[in-house]
């Protein structure tokens, strides 16, 4: 080990962006984005960037408890440790605390980032690709049908492609909102819903059966009930000829395993923050694979840290439909200077060290 790889220093900073755009699902609506980043320093002065974010309704971890973590058990697992041992460095912060895994992630994506600023190259070209632009949908966030096919018309003059319905607020009257949309973007334009977890089976096969008939042409639904009713889950994938992705459902490996075995979902949305980081998500992407299961890579409501690690991963390791990494997006100015950017729906990664972050705004 040399003295220059050595890791001096773990560091939490809080930011806050706001939003130019309210972000409105079945669950929230938040106006800001509010995260942690945490910098990891060697020796010689090189940093790397992670990102955990609070997202109360979902990972139910907070700020504070993130940077609680970070600066006691994960610093504690990384201090005085060779930045250049990546591997053994994650196996151990996977292993170090139960949950808190907008926490690990955070670190996990900072060694990532530090790996591949001491090596000069891109966190795509450590990860294996040299590929640095990748699709996202955009997210249409919950109202009514008017506003939803209103705001769909701006997403598709902005350039974007993919649209992401956020739905399960009524039952009664998600058909209508889904139908404004495509009468709004023409017969083209791909679309997807998320239900976030609102609508009971009973109402998911309803409401799906009724989009089916009435042929309004959608991709696969997200998460249609409850996180935590598995079985109600497989029984909306088994009685509908829509696919249907988990994503509150299944956070990591186990979850993964479990909708695996029942056969309750076609497609996962794997998530660094509810998963732990790059580590896991790429394990989850390959478990999937070898299943027959499809997957994207999602984003909670993140800046562009969290953001490009998950867009580094999908360059590399690709995903079986247009992933979800609109998240840095919404927000109205970058809360760091460097980083990712979008060309209309295309994530644009730089090609410089690590995640091309200069330093926070």
Not at 23 to 50: K, M, N, Q, W, Y
Not at 71 to 96: F, K, N, Q, W, Y
Request: aromatic fraction near 4%; charge should be negative.
């Amino acid at each position: 080990m040399t003295s220059s790889s050595v890791i001096s220093a773990v560091r939490c900073h809080r930011l806050t962006a706001v939003l130019h755009t309210p972000f409105v699902t079945a669950l929230r609506s938040a106006t800001t984005v509010e995260t942690t980043v945490v910098e990891i320093h060697t020796a010689d002065g090189l940093r790397g960037f992670g990102e955990a974010p609070q997202v109360w309704r979902v990972t139910g971890e907070s700020l504070a408890g993130a940077e609680a973590c970070i600066a006691g058990p994960l610093a504690d697992v990384v201090t005085g440790r060779s930045a250049d041992d990546l591997h053994d460095l994650l196996v151990e912060i996977a292993g170090a605390v139960v949950g808190n895994f907008g926490a690990k992630a955070a670190v996990d994506v900072a060694l990532h980032d530090l790996a591949a600023r001491r090596l000069g190259i891109s966190l795509p070209r450590l990860l294996g690709t040299s590929r640095h632009r990748v699709e996202t949908d955009v997210t249409i966030s919950a109202g009514n049908a008017q506003r939803l096919g209103a705001d769909a018309e701006k997403r598709i003059a902005e350039g974007f492609s993919v649209l992401k319905l956020k739905v399960g607020t009524d039952a009664a009257t998600d058909l209508e909102r889904v139908e404004a949309v495509r009468q709004a973007v023409g017969p083209h334009v791909a679309i997807r819903v998320d239900a976030n977890q609102g609508w009971t089976p009973r109402q998911a096969i309803t409401v799906i059966r009724a989009l089916e008939d009435s042929g309004v042409g959608v991709e696969f639904v997200e998460q249609p009930v409850a996180a935590t009713d598995l079985d109600g889950l497989a029984v909306v994938t088994a009685a509908v000829d829509t696919p249907i992705m988990a994503d509150e459902s299944c956070f990591g490996l186990r979850d993964l395993s479990a909708l695996i075995e029942r056969g309750a979902a076609d497609l996962v949305n794997v998530k660094l923050a509810k998963c732990g980081g790059l580590r896991v998500a790429s394990a989850m992407l390959e478990l999937a694979a070898a299943h027959g299961v499809g997957c994207i890579v999602g984003s909670m409501m993140e800046g562009p840290i969290g953001v490009g690690a998950a867009a580094s991963l999908v360059a590399a390791s690709g995903t079986t439909a247009v992933s979800d990494l609109d998240a840095a997006w919404w927000a109205a100015t970058s809360p760091v200077i460097g980083g990712l950017g979008y060309d209309a729906g295309t994530v644009v990664l730089p090609d410089a060290p690590g995640l091309g972050i200069e330093r926070l705004a």
